[in-house]
């Protein structure tokens, strides 16, 4: 077997290790946003991240085509009943994170 024989082998060890490495950095991104809007609306993130879909779209501005990630997660404010929100990202860049509805916290109703 030679050099040429493993090169598409490798190529595609290589491109697998590439959009692994990427998928981990989307998801540690994905995770910090959630973590920060649910610090900045007093609720308390549940450290799980649920990857739901992967899609194309285009990028900013409608510019080149970008991988499209949505997770879900959940969180509490008050008591154990869990909420649910999800973060939107496009490529490495959070597009939106969003909280369901819930109850405010030190909310007595």
Do not use: K, N
């Not at 050099?3 to 490495?21: E, H, N, Q, S, Y």
């Not at 501005?61 to 997770?71: C, L, P």
Request: proline share 4%; charged share 25%; net charge positive.
């Amino acid at each position: 077997m030679t050099l040429f024989d493993l090169l598409p082998w490798l190529l595609g060890i290589a491109i697998g290790a590439l959009v692994w490495w990427h998928t981990l950095g989307a998801r540690t991104i994905a995770r910090r946003a959630a973590r920060q809007t649910c610090r900045d609306h007093g609720v308390y993130f549940i450290d799980e991240l649920a990857f739901r879909r992967l899609s194309l779209g285009r990028g900013r501005h409608g510019r080149g085509w970008r991988v499209r990630r949505h997770y879900d997660f959940e969180f509490y404010s008050r008591g154990d009943r869990r909420y649910s929100g999800c973060v939107d990202m496009v490529g490495l860049r959070v597009e939106r994170v969003q909280l369901g509805p819930h109850p405010e916290p030190g909310d007595s109703s």
